[in-house]
């Protein structure tokens, strides 16, 4: 970047090209008083109080607005300036309540400082009283327009980041006001709570309910969805007060959505964390002592043979405690039983994406998808499950990106769309066959790409011959000319990304769908470019962590397959133990063994399959009939409930470690507090327990020291150490202690070699819609809850958004059935039924049904089907048929 | 009764179809914007809420930049007017000779309150500071036509055909 060189006040200063005449005087450490510019913010000049005057310009231009060029002579302290500052501020307090003593923002305040830079000690216009309405409808923070000084930053914040719009300056002249659309309370209007408008306001107009001041802050990663935001956590008298996102974040750069930044606190201060270890006495949980708890636990565990233990790790735990759970397992239990709900959401991603590129994760990067020339985003609801990704993808067709939205069900995202593909729900290889069929017959696709990097293309192009547009319309329900015309934007504005989820994944022929993406990543030659690629978006924060750490049946970490002899033998020299060869159990086929009795006693850690497992009465059967049941956790989950021995885990909070993000990102989480109450940090718990039966090399002090030993035995976290993470997160792979990390995979080869076209055939979900059970129900996620809710749900203020289910349902099927708004009505399938509220809306196309899985009181997955896909062995969580009946109450 | 619209047709019943019918003829550019809530507000007299709400996603905006917008502009009108509009007058002098009684009055002649508008699109209510004509007061005006030394059986005389079209 070019350097160039400028004089401020007669000091020499040096910028970068580009470089405001503001921001080059605030890099050198001159103040110029501004109110209305923002690093994050286009410039805006709307407050002049950044006026300055330069050597040949005339007038006083505004410094925020201003490039500073070569050789530029900048004045910031003429008397006419400071004249023109001191009447623009003295205009701004003529109306602002000032009373500054009992403000929120005393001492924080910008207007204050300005005020106080210019020497203003009085008001020298006349108090203009006017009295505007406070609104107060928000859960997290108050809109009081007294003290607006209408310097747009929030306005601007909402369109420049995260692309909402729900607010404005609306009206004019002196009635001009932030707000919603027709002046509605911010808590009905589309605002998404992110807060990004809160943080930015200069004054103390838009302010967090509860803000705090702490007294020190410490860096950590947010612990509520794969996007992996950095943030500060601020403390104060041991407990977390404040909420502030870290602008040096590579993932985030200081972005959060709701959950971050107003969703924390409260569920690690809750009083109904676990504190102490439980047993069960006479079929009562009791509390008792670490000793006794986890002697049990070790006594226990031992008494089983090797194919009658299990163990479920948790995507919510750091990577050095996936690592010691699987090593556990494997080291001291003897066998590969282990599995994570990775099952749930992206085991066909890692399983497709290792049969088409060698390696199953995101190509590329969270900042990178600003530079696609188009987005296909099919099967994800962005904006509510990966908030910050969604404010990237909304941010991008502002700047031109073309988007393309493939879902049955009219998602945020729809708005920001050139075209919306609505299939049905489980038809997407046949839409994704038919796009490439157009693609191909049109001459769209990318000879030498596929010639030189990718084999099997001959088998694929015939496989193509079987989706003949017709029937991709009469299989998808998608008009054949919106088929060609998303074929034709994706193909032709390269570089291009697809984005996708659990909407692709949840099925069972999930691993074909994301072979289908695969295939037409590779087909346009969108594989190893910035702005291209195939990206899975990981749900939990550490999900991509814990598959990459070995919590899985058939691999080691990094990958590594326990049926490789030399990769056995490794593994046993290292850990000083004989292993098994033979993959272990999934998820599923851990509860189908417990309900038959095979399977006697499990280790769950952090997690609630009762809600998140499909066919919950099977689930909750299986887990009673267990022998022996151990479960860890943060809560008393309705899973915990049914445990023999609850051992207290701690939040993301209370420890050290890593979270890997959906982007491979290994980013540092850190101890904020020391742990509540009675409470372990899960890497020690699972360590002592091993050290109990006598296992080797569990004697670990600190996670880092996990982390060595990962790194030794892993080799795509081979370079990776806690020390180096201290500068910034680095993205796998990263073999050596000097590798720079891996923003975009697969840029020269593929991980396997050659990329591989995978021939593909159209097959229905298992369970289809008939007479009895006539409309199909899908599953998804909220962006006010998380998973379960086991966290989310101990937070207020995200409650008051939602916290009971709705089933949405278009109107059509609601007519017909007799249904409005909010009746009570009861969704039935062939495994349960369902009783909730009723959400009648266009979004939801006709015959299809949409639930989250995020309320205990309306288990949506009693309902769904457990069907797996033959190779990811992932449930079709996202088919079901089921039938509705409207629940007539007595009046 | 039926409401209609500036060009006789039924208002709230059709909306929607009035509306696509408009934005067909559109193109889903911003600069559609304003000439597009011309239209819609030529069509209804104002600006409804649903058609707001329609324009938004129409251009693929948030609603709350459409309302932006529509605030803006002095010739936008949010709520419907009346065919005629009354003024009671709230000076100094009308107040001492007891306007507050005949605002009341109106207000329950009309079953309004200021700033509003009668069910059927006849009366629209507002209150001034003062018309200038304090000789008369207690006074009030409907559309041009003053009315002056105000009693409340005047203002139940005057809204007589209000009562009864209720
Ligand atoms: S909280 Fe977020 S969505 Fe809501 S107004 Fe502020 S910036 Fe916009
Ligand atoms: S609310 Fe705050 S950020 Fe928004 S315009 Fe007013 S002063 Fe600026
Ligand atoms: S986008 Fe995800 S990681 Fe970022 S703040 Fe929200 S929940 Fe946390
Ligand atoms: S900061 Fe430059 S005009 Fe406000």
Redesign the pocket.
């Known amino acids: 970047m070019k350097i160039i060189r400028l004089t401020i006040n007669g000091q020499g200063v040096e910028a970068r090209q580009g470089m405001t005449v503001?921001e080059a005087a605030q890099e050198a450490g001159i103040y110029i008083p501004?109110?209305?510019?923002d690093p994050d913010l286009e410039?805006?000049?709307?407050?002049?109080?950044?006026v300055v005057e330069v050597e040949k310009m005339r007038g006083q231009p505004?410094?925020?607005?201003t490039l500073a060029t070569d050789g530029m002579v900048v004045h910031t302290e003429t008397p006419e300036v400071n004249r023109i500052r001191r009447n623009t501020v003295e205009l701004l307090i003529a109306d602002h309540p000032m009373d500054c003593l009992t403000c929120i923002k005393n001492q924080r305040c910008e207007l204050q400082k300005v005020a106080a830079y210019l020497s203003i000690s009085e008001r020298r216009f006349p108090r203009t009283d006017r009295s505007l309405p406070i609104d107060n409808s928000n859960p997290f923070f108050t809109l009081d327009r007294n003290y607006c000084i209408l310097?747009a930053k929030c306005v601007r914040a909402c369109d420049e980041i995260t692309v909402v719009n729900a607010i404005e300056i609306v009206d004019r002249g002196y009635e001009s006001r932030v707000s919603t659309f027709g002046d509605k309370p911010l808590f009905e209007s589309i605002c998404q709570s992110c807060g990004e408008c809160v943080v930015r306001c200069p004054v103390a107009a838009l302010v967090a309910k509860d803000a705090i001041q702490p007294m020190r802050e410490v860096e950590t990663i947010c612990p509520y969805c794969g996007v992996g935001c950095g943030m500060y956590l601020g403390i104060r008298d041991g407990r977390i007060v404040s909420v502030r996102g870290s602008r040096e974040n590579q993932a985030s750069n200081g972005r959060l959505c709701v959950k971050g930044r107003y969703g924390i606190a409260e569920f690690i201060h809750h009083p109904e964390r676990l504190s102490a270890p439980l047993i069960r006495r006479n079929g009562k949980l009791t509390e008792t002592s670490w000793d006794e708890a986890l002697g049990l636990v070790a006594s226990r565990l031992a008494s089983y043979s090797k194919d009658q233990v299990a163990v479920i790790s948790s995507a919510k735990c750091t990577n050095e405690e996936n690592y010691i759970i699987q090593k556990f397992t494997r080291a001291v239990l003897g066998t590969n039983n282990i599995d994570h709900c990775a099952r749930l959401c992206h085991a066909p991603s890692v399983a497709g994406l290792a049969q088409s590129f060698g390696s199953g994760a995101m190509t590329n990067s969270n900042s990178d998808i600003g530079d696609a020339a188009c987005i296909l985003a099919i099967g994800t609801n962005t904006t509510e499950t990966h908030p910050v990704i969604g404010f990237n993808v909304k941010k991008a067709t502002r700047k031109g990106t073309r988007l393309i939205v493939a879902n049955p069900r009219q998602i945020g995202l729809v708005r920001f769309a050139d075209v919306w593909l609505r299939q049905r729900p489980g038809t997407d290889v046949a839409l994704l066959m038919g796009i490439a069929k157009v693609i191909v017959d049109e001459g769209l696709h990318d000879s030498s790409f596929i010639s030189e990097r990718c084999e099997n293309f001959d088998a694929f192009k015939e496989s193509l011959k079987g989706f003949d547009l017709s029937l991709v319309e009469k299989i998808t329900g998608v008009p054949q000319n919106q088929i060609a015309e998303a074929a034709r934007l994706y193909a032709t504005n390269r570089p291009g990304a697809i984005l996708y989820s659990m909407g692709i994944t949840q099925h069972s022929h999930g691993t074909d769908n994301v072979i289908a993406i695969a295939n037409l990543a590779m087909l346009t030659g969108n594989i190893g470019k910035p702005g291209s690629g195939v990206n899975p978006l990981r749900g939990q924060n550490n999900v991509q962590g814990a598959c990459d750490m070995g919590a899985l049946p058939n691999v080691y970490s990094g990958y590594q397959p326990v049926s490789d002899p030399k990769v056995k033998e490794k593994f046993e020299s290292a850990w000083g133990s004989t292993l098994s060869p033979t993959a272990g159990l999934t998820i599923s086929e851990i509860f189908d063994a417990a309900y038959q009795g095979k399977l006697k006693a499990l280790y769950l850690v952090g997690e609630n399959p009762l809600l998140s497992e499909p066919d919950a009465s099977h689930v909750r059967e299986a887990l009673s009939r267990l022998d022996f049941f151990v479960a860890q956790d943060i809560f008393l989950s309705e899973s915990a409930e049914l445990a023999h021995v609850v051992l207290p885990g701690t939040t993301f909070a209370e420890k050290e470690g890593t979270f890997t993000n959906t982007e491979r990102r290994v980013q540092r989480v850190r101890k904020v507090i020391e742990p509540l109450g009675n409470s372990r940090a899960d890497w020690l718990i699972t360590c002592q327990i091993a050290q109990l039966m006598g296992g080797k090399d569990f004697d670990f002090e600190h996670p880092s020291q996990i982390m060595d030993e990962i790194a030794q035995l892993t080799p795509s976290y081979g370079g990776i150490s806690f020390e180096r993470l201290e500068t910034g997160g680095l993205q796998w792979p990263c073999p050596t202690k000097e590798h720079p990390g891996t923003p975009i995979l697969h840029t020269t080869k593929f991980t396997r070699g050659k990329g591989k076209f995978i021939p593909l055939e159209y097959k229905p979900s298992v369970e289809l819609p008939d007479d009895e059970y006539p409309l199909v129900l899908t599953t998804g996620r909220s962006i006010f809850q998380y998973h379960t809710g086991t966290m989310s749900r101990k937070v207020k203020g995200l409650n008051i958004f939602k916290n009971e289910e709705q089933v949405e349902l278009n109107p059509e099927d609601a007519r017909k059935l007799g249904i409005a708004d909010d009746d009570t009505i009861k969704v039935i399938s062939r495994r349960g039924e369902v009783t909730a509220k009723a959400r009648v809306t266009e979004a939801s196309p006709a015959g299809v049904v949409f639930m989250t899985f995020h309320f205990a009181e309306s288990p949506t997955n009693l309902l769904t089907n457990p069907a797996v896909d033959p190779i990811a062995k992932i449930p079709e969580l996202k088919v079901c048929a089921v039938r509705v009946e409207k629940i007539v109450q007595p009046s | 009764m039926v409401i209609t619209t500036t060009t006789g047709e039924p208002v709230e019943n059709n909306i929607k179809e009035q509306l696509d019918d408009i934005l067909s003829r559109y193109n889903k550019g911003r600069e559609s914007l304003i000439p597009l809530l011309q239209e819609v507000q030529e069509r209804f007299g104002y600006l409804p809420e649903e058609s707001m709400e329609a324009i938004a996603n129409f251009l693929k905006l948030s609603n709350s930049t459409v309302y932006a917008v529509s605030t803006f502009y002095a010739q936008f009108k949010l709520t419907p007017t009346g065919k005629r509009l009354v003024k009671v007058c709230r000076g100094t002098a009308c107040h001492v000779r007891g306007g507050a009684r005949i605002l009341r009055e109106v207000e329950k002649r009309l079953g309004i309150k200021p700033g509003e508008t009668t069910e059927n699109r006849e009366y629209t209510l507002e209150t001034v500071a003062c018309i200038g004509a304090c000789a008369l007061a207690p006074t009030m005006t409907v559309d041009k036509e003053t009315y002056g030394q105000m009693t409340t059986k005047k203002a139940a005389e005057i809204f007589s055909d209000q009562s009864k079209a209720k």
């Open positions: 503001l501004a109110l209305c510019s410039p805006y000049g709307g407050c002049r109080l950044c505004t410094a925020c607005t310097c």
